[in-house]
Each structure stands twice: as structure tokens, then as C-alpha cells.
């Protein structure tokens, strides 16, 4: 959705919102995720997610610190947290993302494909020589913010 999209959402739940509602806002961070291989909670293999593409979560900072700015809303509280996906294997993990970001209207690039199929086979590399029990992880971060609509 573009940032002015985003606006007019923002003014849309301002309206609807009751006098004591409060907006919560959750969009993972522009950083990119990282993929990680651990066992026994030993982080053995820690690479970000290649071709990472930030432009949906920048595009939503700008929306609600124009809300912010505009009186729309005011920030009660913001902070980050773990968002953590785990998967017994890179083929299970790759599918879940699959399925979560299926709405995306992103075009596929060969060259992209190409450094996630090279970054797949050195996950399965070091699960293979992890052993048993290793794990793969596909660890992003997340912004959560309270929102307290102003009224005028």
C-alpha cells in the first residue's frame, strides 16, 4: 500500500476509534531478518535474509509519523521485540514465509532467487553439521506502538 494509502487509513481509524480506543500499531523493523542455525540455544550459523526489501516498512514509519505530526494520534508508548520463527528444517521454514507473504506483489528477480537458493544450501550445510536437534531460525524484529487519538 502506498504512504498515502497509509495516511488515509490512519485518518479512517482516527474516525472510527471511540474516545478512549487506542490504535496498536505492529510492522516489523526496516532491518533485515536474519536467518540463524542454532542447537541447545547456541547460535551456530547467523546471516541476513539477502536482496531484503524495506520499502512496505518505511513506507509505514512515514504514515504514522505523519498521523503523529498532523494531531491524529499521539504515541503512548513504542518499543521493539523479538519476532522469532523456528523450523525443523530450511524447506519448512521457506514454506511458511512462502504462505505468509503470499498477498505480496513483489516481482521476482533471478538474481534475488539465485542469493536465497545460495543462502538456503549454506543453512542446510550447517544444519547437517549441527546434528541432531539443530533447528533453523528466521529472526526479524518487530516496532509495537500504543496510539491515543487526539481530539480536537
Not at 32 to 58: Q, S
Not at 68 to 82: H, K, M, W, Y
Not at 112 to 121: C, E, G, I, K, S
Amino acid at each position: 500500500m502506498a504512504h498515502e494509502g497509509m495516511v488515509h487509513a490512519l485518518e479512517e481509524i482516527h474516525r472510527l476509534l471511540r474516545p478512549h480506543g487506542r490504535l496498536i500499531d505492529i510492522h516489523p523493523v526496516r532491518d533485515a531478518p536474519v536467518i540463524k542455525v542454532i542447537r541447545a540455544g547456541k547460535v551456530l550459523f547467523a546471516e541476513p535474509v539477502p536482496a531484503h526489501d524495506d520499502e512496505d516498512y518505511r513506507q509505514a514509519d512515514a504514515a504514522v509519523a505523519k498521523a503523529v505530526r498532523r494531531r491524529l494520534f499521539a504515541v503512548e508508548r513504542r518499543t521493539t521485540f523479538d519476532f522469532p520463527t523456528y523450523a525443523a528444517s530450511i524447506g519448512e521454514l521457506q514454506e511458511y514465509l512462502e504462505d505468509a507473504n503470499a498477498y505480496e506483489d513483489r516481482a521476482d528477480n533471478r538474481a534475488t532467487a539465485a542469493q536465497q537458493a545460495a543462502l538456503a544450501a549454506r543453512v542446510e550445510q550447517a544444519i547437517r553439521a549441527a546434528g541432531k536437534g539443530a533447528e533453523v531460525v528466521h529472526h526479524e524484529w518487530a516496532r509495537i506502538a500504543r496510539l491515543r487519538p487526539v481530539r480536537r
